[in-house]
T-cell receptor, first 114, second 110 residues
């Protein structure tokens, strides 16, 4: 059981370039989300999805797009990369229940924008 | 607005020296408080979920407790392999999103 898989693990972009961070889960979880982790700031929510075809913005959505065409996949697109988007990005998934349920995280993508 | 504050930022222990990590929180309608472990270069790994004040959970040398304002992660007789960053997060009534603290970096020396 692979859990949550993110690709690539490392990426270097030039300012203005675009790219897509991939995220796939094989646990049939309804809820998926993207976080970024920066030193001294903790994990911050970028975008989330409660199911295929439904997405919404989190705390820091500017400069990012998402779509959810299947239950398994939730890609994150950087439209025009900026140095401020240098960070470690984590994808997570969880079941969508009334009680708090734990999220399962991928191994992360370390992105550097130069 | 939901908030989580963790202390200390960093903690250095000798092997076998027990201690506690603190997570103070404010949230409207707590649905769950979560503890995660994160090793360098890896994603957060789930440890515990606590749902209501007075609840306790244990796993090996770790024990998590919860009050209405804070949670503690007690580490009993730690080993070097317990070295990691420990993250606390809350989930409020609003949605499935998690609000994280900045973590406590724990280093256990042999």
């Amino acid at each position: 059981n692979a859990g949550v898989t993110q690709t690539p693990k490392f990426q270097v972009l030039k300012t203005g370039q675009s790219m897509t961070l991939q995220c796939a889960q094989d646990m049939n979880h309804e809820y998926m989300s993207w976080y970024r982790q920066d030193p001294g700031m903790g994990l911050r929510l970028i975008h989330y999805s409660v199911g295929a075809g439904i997405t919404d913005q989190g705390e820091v959505p500017n400069g990012y797009n998402v779509s959810r065409s299947t239950t398994e996949d939730f890609p994150l697109r950087l439209l025009s990369a900026a140095p401020s988007q240098t960070s470690v990005y984590f994808c997570a998934s969880s079941t969508n229940s009334g009680k708090g349920t734990e999220a399962f995280f991928g191994q992360g993508t370390r992105l550097t924008v130069v | 607005e939901d908030q989580v504050t963790q202390s200390p930022e960093a903690l250095r222990l000798q092997e076998g020296e027990s201690s506690s990590l603190n997570c103070s929180y404010t949230v409207s309608g707590l649905r769950g408080l979560f503890w995660y472990r994160q090793d360098p270069g890896k994603g957060p790994e789930f440890l515990f979920t606590l749902y209501s004040a007075g609840e306790e959970k244990e796993k090996e040398r770790l024990k998590a407790t919860l009050t209405k304002k804070e949670s503690f992660l007690h580490i009993t007789a730690p080993k070097p392999e317990d070295s990691a960053t420990y993250l606390c997060a809350v989930q409020g009534a609003g949605f499935q999103k998690l609000v994280f603290g900045t973590g406590t970096r724990l280093l256990v020396s042999p």
